[in-house]
């Protein structure tokens, strides 16, 4: 959690350093444009990549995300 949050202030602080020079390169639609492209690569990442854990317990998780060890079936 606390990479994830130092992470997250990060982009905020980038976000928050360029924003207004990128708009005067670019136009304020061409920049919203871009974080919307790259809000949607995150949302289609999350989708294919990410697994659902809700209502599952630990070891639920832990035995979809590992392979079947050899001479076990899945």
């Known amino acids: 959690m ?8 990060i982009c905020n602080f980038v976000v928050g350093l360029y ?3 990128l708009v005067k390169l ?3 639609g061409a920049v919203y444009a871009g974080f919307g492209g790259v809000s ?3 949302a289609l990442f ?13 070891e ?8 079947a060890a050899p001479g ?3």
């Open 60 to 67: 639920e998780i832990e035995m979809s995300l590992s392979p």
């Open 2 to 9: 606390g990479f994830s949050f130092t992470v997250h202030w």
């Open 19 to 21: 924003f207004l020079e």
């Open 40 to 42: 949607l690569l995150s």
């Open 26 to 28: 670019f136009g304020v």
């Open 72 to 74: 076990e079936r899945k």
């Open 46 to 58: 999350a989708y294919n990549f990410i697994v659902e854990t809700k209502g599952r317990s630990l």
